[in-house]
């Protein structure tokens, strides 16, 4: 499994300390998001942004998007990403 870093910024860049993140698979541009079996929605509180980001860890190889929702603001995709397979 591999790890991400995030911050989580509202619409004028300032930074959002409790969210919901989900990790979803990317199957491409205008394609419908995958389930990734195993991987629950991750509450994130302020604690986990101390050093001005959060680690998301756990995370299968393949192209991801974290799907992220934050009270008071509207449901957000992040642009997708890779992990690559462990060797």
Do not use: C, N, W, Y
């Amino acid at each position: 499994t591999s790890a991400v870093e995030l911050k989580v910024t509202d619409a004028e860049g300032k930074p959002v300390l409790a969210a919901r993140v989900t990790p979803v698979l990317f199957r491409g541009e205008g394609q419908s998001l995958g389930v990734l079996p195993g991987q629950a929605p991750r509450s994130l509180e302020a604690a986990d942004f101390e050093s001005g980001s959060a680690k998301l860890e756990g995370l299968p190889p393949g192209r991801l998007v974290l799907a992220v929702e934050a009270a008071g603001h509207a449901l957000t995709l992040s642009e997708s990403f890779t992990l690559p397979a462990p060797r």
